[in-house]
């Protein structure tokens, strides 16, 4: 038997079967579910997101003041609500009001029912970076999530495992993969990699450690395949590579597919706001949204729905944070809206995530990596509302923040210390401030650092 296999019970009188207890019972009973819902009517599927979402109105408006007022303002009733399409009736939630509206936002007397309240901060990658608080029921979903596309895309958890993303601070190995696998599996060890090492050293390490499955951007995973093309090989038994955090080019599809050794690539798309929005379908090609926990409206120019084929913006209604509730939330990315899936699932269905890019920086001495900008500090500084790095040269990086008060000299010099260490890099710096928000890429996407060093 494999550890795939082997369920391991979390009571200590009681060894076999498994009897699991908490976290571990609570994630096996929502993936049971999941395993059913998803195969739905798109029909069944959105008259029970209507009941959940009614029920979710129902306790903001009590609950938030924001909430409160914003709902009063659109002269509805809660039983207005009964289709997707009727959501339009309320306005769209932009990121600049999350910001703006502070702890007015945040929902009070959450119920126990709800598990530990957390609070989280946004990446940043649309140059806002927001603060959300998550409920343990949303908790849950992000773990049930996870569990999901390792049974769709048949991932093994007993096998070397190599992660490369922002939120690791240091390298390090470690004898298993960690929450929220270690929670129902035994796994294979992990390798961790701060997506801020060169992309050489990058490539040495995963070489040493030789995993079977891997985590990466895709701005990191292009260089790797231009390395495992060029030296006609690429780690001994990589079966899966997890793609995500950018828009994954179709080239760089095709370019792993070519690889020796038939690699499964899997893109997901997620966000630290809304948690796992879509997954690569296993069978029909394209995304289908977590529509479970997730309301997904794809929007035209005029805020209208966009047909299947059409590319518009997207717009998330969380269906179970009742921390941090966000409806019609414009998350900033843009979607092509597929159809129904051959695979049969009535799951909502995405044909492409569109308007993820997150340039490289580079350094003079030719290093690439991800450029981590120290933003989680700026508000030691001054407030932010938005930021924007441009990399003119090697050597020149031009920051422009929006700030509601002009920069004194001493904290634009405070800001060149904390980026250029945040870089790891003394650029030459020219620091600017503006009171409007600065404008987006011709595709409707707003990118918080691009380099033009080719």
Same mark, same amino acid.
């Given at each position: 038997?494999?550890?795939?296999?082997?369920?391991?019970?979390?009571?200590?009188?009681?060894?076999?079967?498994?009897? @699991?207890?908490?976290?571990?019972?609570?994630?096996?009973?929502?993936?049971?579910?999941?395993?059913? =819902?998803?195969?739905?009517?798109?029909?069944?599927?959105?008259? +029970?997101?209507?009941?959940?979402?009614?029920?979710?109105?129902?306790?903001?408006?009590?609950?938030?003041?924001?909430?409160?007022? #914003?709902?009063?303002?659109? $002269?509805?009733?809660?039983?207005?609500?009964?289709?997707?399409?009727?959501? +339009?009736?309320? *306005?769209?939630?932009?990121?600049?009001?999350?910001?703006?509206?502070?702890?007015?936002?945040?929902?009070?007397?959450?119920?126990?029912?709800?598990?530990?309240?957390?609070?989280?901060?946004?990446?940043?990658?649309?140059?806002?970076?927001?603060?959300? +608080?998550?409920?343990?029921?949303?908790?849950?979903?992000?773990?049930?999530?996870?569990? #999901?596309?390792?049974?769709?895309?048949?991932?093994?958890?007993?096998? +070397?495992?190599?992660?490369?993303?922002?939120?690791?601070?240091?390298?390090?190995?470690?004898? &298993?993969?960690?929450?929220?696998?270690?929670?129902?599996?035994?796994? $294979?060890?992990?390798?961790?990699?701060?997506?801020?090492?060169?992309?050489?050293? /990058?490539?040495?390490?995963?070489?040493?450690?030789?995993?079977?499955?891997?985590?990466?951007?895709?701005?990191?995973?292009?260089?790797?395949?231009?390395?495992?093309?060029?030296?006609?090989?690429? *780690?001994?038994?990589?079966?899966?590579?997890?793609?995500?955090?950018?828009?994954?080019?179709?080239?760089?599809? #095709?370019?792993?597919?070519?690889?020796?050794?038939?690699?499964?690539?899997?893109?997901?798309?997620?966000?630290?706001?809304?948690?796992?929005?879509?997954?690569?379908?296993?069978?029909? $090609?394209?995304?289908?949204?977590?529509?479970?926990?997730?309301?997904?409206?794809?929007?035209?120019?005029?805020?209208?729905?966009?047909?299947?084929?059409?590319?518009?913006?997207?717009?998330? =209604?969380?269906?179970? &944070?009742?921390?941090?509730?966000?409806?019609?939330?414009?998350?900033?990315?843009?979607?092509?809206?597929?159809?129904?899936?051959?695979?049969?699932?009535?799951?909502? #269905?995405?044909?492409?995530?569109?308007?993820?890019?997150?340039?490289?920086?580079?350094?003079?001495? !030719?290093?690439?990596?991800?450029?981590?900008? !120290?933003?989680?500090?700026?508000?030691?500084?001054?407030?932010?509302?938005?930021?924007?790095?441009?990399?003119?040269?090697?050597? @020149?990086?031009?920051?422009?923040?929006?700030?509601?008060?002009?920069?004194?000299?001493? /904290?634009?010099?405070?800001?060149?210390?904390?980026?250029?260490?945040?870089? !790891?890099?003394?650029?030459?710096?020219?620091?600017?401030?503006? @009171?409007?928000?600065?404008? @987006?890429?011709?595709? !409707?996407?707003?990118?918080?650092?691009?380099?033009?060093?080719?």
């Amino acid at each position: 038997m494999s550890s795939n296999d082997l369920k391991v019970s979390n009571s200590r009188s009681h060894a076999w079967p498994a009897v @699991r207890l908490g976290l571990a019972a609570e994630i096996s009973a929502l993936l049971a579910e999941l395993n059913e =819902t998803q195969w739905l009517s798109q029909e069944a599927i959105e008259t +029970r997101q209507m009941h959940q979402f009614r029920e979710l109105l129902k306790f903001v408006i009590q609950h938030s003041p924001f909430y409160a007022q #914003r709902f009063a303002s659109c $002269g509805a009733s809660v039983s207005d609500f009964r289709t997707i399409d009727s959501l +339009r009736g309320l *306005p769209l939630l932009a990121r600049q009001e999350l910001q703006a509206a502070g702890a007015e936002f945040f929902c009070k007397d959450i119920p126990r029912d709800q598990g530990k309240i957390g609070e989280t901060q946004t990446s940043g990658s649309t140059g806002e970076p927001v603060r959300i +608080r998550k409920s343990g029921i949303a908790q849950l979903f992000w773990h049930a999530h996870s569990f #999901r596309n390792h049974a769709w895309h048949q991932i093994p958890f007993d096998v +070397r495992y190599s992660i490369i993303r922002p939120t690791v601070d240091a390298y390090a190995e470690q004898p &298993n993969w960690g929450a929220p696998f270690v929670f129902l599996y035994e796994t $294979g060890p992990a390798q961790v990699i701060p997506i801020t090492t060169p992309l050489a050293e /990058q490539f040495e390490l995963l070489r040493k450690f030789q995993p079977e499955t891997l985590l990466v951007y895709p701005s990191n995973l292009r260089y790797l395949v231009d390395r495992w093309r060029a030296e006609g090989s690429c *780690p001994r038994g990589l079966t899966h590579i997890k793609s995500i955090g950018e828009t994954l080019p179709d080239d760089l599809r #095709r370019a792993v597919a070519e690889l020796d050794g038939g690699i499964s690539l899997i893109d997901g798309y997620s966000s630290q706001e809304c948690g796992v929005i879509a997954m690569q379908c296993p069978e029909g $090609g394209g995304y289908h949204v977590m529509s479970e926990s997730l309301i997904v409206e794809i929007l035209d120019q005029d805020g209208e729905p966009c047909a299947p084929g059409e590319i518009g913006r997207i717009v998330v =209604t969380d269906l179970v &944070n009742l921390a941090s509730p966000l409806i019609r939330y414009d998350i900033g990315d843009y979607a092509q809206l597929g159809g129904s899936c051959s695979c049969g699932r009535g799951l909502a #269905r995405l044909d492409k995530i569109l308007g993820r890019r997150r340039n490289l920086i580079v350094k003079p001495n !030719g290093d690439r990596h991800w450029p981590l900008v !120290g933003f989680h500090d700026f508000d030691d500084i001054a407030p932010i509302r938005q930021y924007q790095m441009i990399q003119e040269t090697v050597e @020149r990086i031009t920051v422009r923040f929006v700030t509601d008060e002009p920069l004194t000299a001493d /904290q634009k010099t405070a800001f060149t210390g904390l980026v250029q260490k945040a870089l !790891g890099y003394e650029f030459e710096m020219e620091i600017l401030d503006q @009171r409007d928000n600065l404008p @987006r890429q011709p595709a !409707g996407k707003f990118e918080e650092f691009i380099s033009k060093v080719s």
